[in-house]
């Protein structure tokens, strides 16, 4: 069951999403049944990631130094 306008998911996968704070996306959800028995099918997964941050500086000096 789809919970709301099949086109414009598709435009998004079209278009190719970014995501960031300001369009953060949507969550998808959804379910699988096996074929055989029309059994659930479970999948357990999870994901972790680090965040990270960064800053942009209009200018500025780099200083590179490599030793060994």
Do not use: C, Q, W
Not at 24 to 52: C, H, M, Q, R
Request: proline share 3%.
């Amino acid at each position: 069951i789809i919970g709301g306008n099949l086109g414009d998911l598709r435009d998004i996968l079209k278009k190719g999403a970014t995501f960031n704070r300001e369009t953060p996306g949507v969550p998808i959800a959804y379910t699988t049944n096996f074929l055989k028995d029309n059994e659930l099918a479970v999948i357990k997964n999870n994901s972790e990631y680090i965040e990270t941050t960064s800053k942009a500086y209009t200018d500025g000096k780099i200083n590179i130094d490599h030793s060994g």
